[in-house]
């Protein structure tokens, strides 16, 4: 018999068309997550699973799904599975790193622009009917000639930066391993402590992975060192902000407004996560909020969803897979090549 693959979410025909070949396939052509409950069902005598941005993994859950060989996840960020279980389990984890980037980065800069030019404002009043022509209203700040603050400069830090490049901004970032100085010329990038970037941005961009050093970076405290009326953008997780302080810097007139497509009540891994997003950043019309969008291009997920496939028949057939983040010490029923 093949071997047992369980899909936690809709893919493309295509991504069918390549597991079939090789595995039996329970798939879930669903938009929306299956339930943990029902997920950890599927998989109790499944040999692979094909992860997505909602799912969870702990220890209680690789246990529970003693035959699982292979967890393939169709994503970048990895917070919400606990690599060390799966390492002492003998479950092979594998991510998809790279193609997410450049859309990422697209919507980041779709984001800044947005809400720096009050575009979904102008939306509700064209809409409205309200509108009449031309007025001196919702008068924004443009990106030209501003100075943009990346913290975090990873593959998607830098890639904003080269999209940056045609907006005549000042760059600034800060990052633990800087730039060796002739990337940093390349980008027009200049490396500062976070203080000064705080001070001089008039954008800044989030760009950091959720860790326990990062976990509420953005407080009252963070808050208080910025440059006032400047743009706050999250691309990264939402975990990073603390968003009560989110809305108070926002309500206070600090913080000039706050974009995100990610949310702390998305981190499944952080325990006393919130339900949703908070009420009154729901309220405030200094935000432009988008529903974890950055690699929602449609053929960007189409092979997102192909590595991962690709990455799991690779762990069954005992080859090591694209794209793994660990390596088990005894792969369960596998061997190490």
Same mark, same amino acid.
């Given at each position: 018999m093949p071997p047992k693959v369980v899909l936690s979410s809709w893919v493309h025909p295509e991504v069918i068309a390549l597991l079939a070949s090789a595995v039996e396939i329970v798939p879930h052509q669903e938009r929306e997550a299956l339930p943990a409950d029902e997920l950890r069902r599927r998989c109790r005598d499944a040999q692979g699973l094909m992860a997505f941005m909602p799912d969870r993994v702990d220890e209680a859950f690789l246990r529970a799904c003693p035959e699982l060989k292979v967890i393939a996840c169709a994503l970048k960020g990895y +917070?919400?599975? +606990? @690599?060390? &279980?799966? !390492?002492?389990?003998? #479950?092979?984890? @594998?991510?998809v790193p790279d193609r997410l980037t450049l859309p990422t980065a697209e *919507?980041?800069? $779709?984001?800044? =622009? /947005? *809400? &720096?030019?009050?575009?979904?404002?102008? +939306?509700r009043l064209v809409r409205s009917g309200r509108f009449r022509g031309w007025r001196p209203v919702l008068y924004g700040r443009g990106l030209d000639g501003s100075t943009v603050g990346l913290i975090g400069l990873g593959a998607v830090g830098k890639a904003v930066a080269r999209r940056l490049a045609g907006f005549e901004t000042t760059l600034l970032y800060t990052d633990r391993v800087p730039l060796a100085s002739h990337e940093e010329e390349a980008l027009r990038l200049r490396c500062v402590s976070r203080d000064q970037l705080l001070r001089r941005s008039d954008f800044i961009l989030l760009g950091l992975p959720l860790t326990s050093e990062t976990l509420g970076l953005v407080d009252a405290g963070f808050l208080r060192g910025l440059k006032r $009326?400047?743009?706050?953008?999250? =691309? &990264?997780? /939402? %975990?990073? #902000? +603390? !968003? %009560?302080a989110i809305a108070e810097a926002l309500e206070?007139?600090?913080l000039g407004g706050y974009a995100a497509d990610v949310f702390a009540f998305e981190d499944w891994a952080v325990e006393e996560r919130p339900a949703g997003v908070h009420a009154r950043l729901l309220a405030s019309d200094r935000t432009l909020f988008t529903p974890h969008l950055g690699s929602a291009v449609d053929d960007v997920r189409r092979d997102i969803a192909l590595e991962a496939a690709?990455?799991?028949? !690779?762990a069954l057939q005992g080859r090591v897979p694209t794209g793994a983040v660990n390596r088990p010490s005894a792969a369960r029923g596998l061997g190490l090549p």
């Open positions: +917070d919400n599975f +606990d @690599t060390a &279980a799966c !390492e002492r389990q003998g #479950v092979w984890l @594998t991510i *919507l980041a800069i $779709g984001l800044m =622009i /947005g *809400l &720096a030019r009050n575009i979904l404002p102008g +939306d $009326g400047a743009f706050l953008i999250n =691309i &990264a997780r /939402g %975990s990073l #902000v +603390d !968003e %009560s206070s007139g600090a690709s990455s799991l028949i !690779e």
